[in-house]
């Protein structure tokens, strides 16, 4: 009776610990990866900071719920001589969307919205969206959208908006609304997206793949259906359950000193990012207005934070005793919805609610597993999810613009190859 009653109590155990997987650091060996392999990992980037190509690096690897590699290289603060740490904060960027699209699906599931819905069902502004059309090199016209853009066409980004440099790029400039940088704007993303709403768009809806502003306007809708700020609603329903303390859009003052400095690559030279005054710039994520969250790239945060975000997908929505979203919606997410709309910027991939998706491993051509769901951020970060092998990589850089540097593909490279399994 002892016997069976024991089994049963570690059968429990083991299976509560399976549905709350979280972030532990263990050894390598243990979850299938070599260490000597890993340290291939540091040896590589050290030398591109040695080589003056990028200014220091933060790197993350879990496998089966198990951290085996957390390092941090390089210098923070080049001219100040602060070295990385692991617990640095960077600006993510378009990492921000993977949340934000998170916050959507989460809606769903509690009955507000339903993807299909269109957009201006909760932003009437879109109701009559306008297309422009290129007739030549020095004009074009503008004709009304053939159909309503729907929320799942901004979870794929095939509403047909961009970020502002389209065939009407003259309207959009005017309108001051050109480039992802939104945190220095002294008004709310919802009334940043009402003006985006009633400019001449790049494409029809559903016709394309064109990346842009879709998830800032999901983070309008989130704001609207739930009548929170997007950044209560991320912090209540997201970020707090998960453990994502660092993660931000205005950083805390007592936090600041942890945030990592940007560098432009300048004729293959870094050189410090100037304070403020552009996309390039160090940004007004500390000292800005506070009042516009951007829902496509407005957050900061840590490899750790990160990384807990992506093993709750992992673990198919759960995390830390939470379950942010179903089992269901993790699956929806994380496989290519764009059917017969081209996919141009690589071969073998596709594009889900949110992530990029890894469709045909031979097309592709690199080290990886058809399945893999990621994306990255404009600072030159990276990430990504590998449900086949149970692996989760994260990796922050702040450089932008950066130019031949091919860290990306070789961290890709060295992680496969430290598996053993």
Not at 5 to 10: G, H, K
Not at 11 to 32: I, M, R
Not at 82 to 97: L, P, V
Not at 368 to 381: D, I, K, L, N, R
């Amino acid at each position: 009776m002892r016997k069976h009653l024991f089994i049963l109590l570690f059968a429990g155990t083991f299976l509560a610990a399976q549905q709350s997987q979280q972030l532990v650091l263990n050894k390598a060996e243990n979850v299938g990866m070599s260490s000597k392999r890993l340290n291939y990992i540091s040896q590589t980037f050290n030398k591109y900071v040695d080589q003056g190509q990028l200014p220091g690096t933060v790197t993350l690897i879990a496998r089966k719920g198990q951290v085996v590699y957390h390092e941090a290289i390089g210098m923070q603060d080049i001219e100040n001589d602060i070295t990385m740490r692991t617990d640095a904060i960077f600006r993510i960027a378009s990492q921000t969307k993977a949340i934000v699209s998170t916050a959507v699906m989460m809606l769903q599931e509690r009955g507000q919205l339903l993807i299909s819905d269109p957009i201006s069902k909760y932003i009437p502004e879109f109701k009559n969206s306008k297309v422009a059309v290129k007739i030549d090199d020095d004009s074009y016209d503008v004709v009304p959208a053939n159909r309503e853009i729907t929320i799942r066409d901004l979870l794929t980004h095939t509403a047909g908006i961009g970020y502002g440099s389209g065939v009407a790029a003259d309207k959009w400039k005017e309108a001051d609304l050109q480039g992802w940088y939104f945190a220095n704007r002294d008004e709310t993303v919802l009334e940043t997206i009402k003006r985006i709403a009633v400019l001449p768009h790049d494409a029809q809806p559903g016709s394309q793949f064109v990346y842009g502003y879709n998830t800032d306007i999901l983070g309008a809708l989130v704001n609207v259906v739930s009548g929170q700020s997007l950044a209560d609603f991320l912090s209540e329903n997201i970020l707090s359950p998960i453990g994502m303390n660092d993660t931000y859009f205005y950083l805390p003052k007592n936090k600041a000193a942890r945030l990592a400095k940007v560098y432009n690559m300048i004729d293959q030279k870094l050189i410090k990012a100037p304070k403020e005054g552009t996309m390039q710039s160090q940004g007004a994520y500390v000292n800005g207005p506070r009042k516009n969250y951007s829902g496509g790239a407005g957050l900061v945060s840590t490899a750790m934070d990160y990384a807990k975000f992506l093993q709750m997908m992992l673990n198919g929505g759960t995390y830390n005793n939470q379950r942010i979203l179903s089992r269901k919606s993790v699956e929806l997410m994380t496989v290519d919805h764009l059917g017969g709309i081209k996919y141009n910027w690589q071969n073998g991939m596709g594009f889900g609610l949110g992530y990029s998706i890894s469709k045909d491993l031979g097309r592709r051509g690199e080290l990886g597993s058809e399945g893999e769901f990621g994306w990255g951020g404009a600072y030159h970060s990276t990430y990504w999810v590998d449900p086949k092998e149970d692996l989760v990589v994260v990796y922050f850089t702040q450089v932008i613009p950066i130019q031949d540097v091919d860290d990306h593909q070789k961290l890709r490279a060295l992680v496969y190859q430290a598996i053993i399994d």
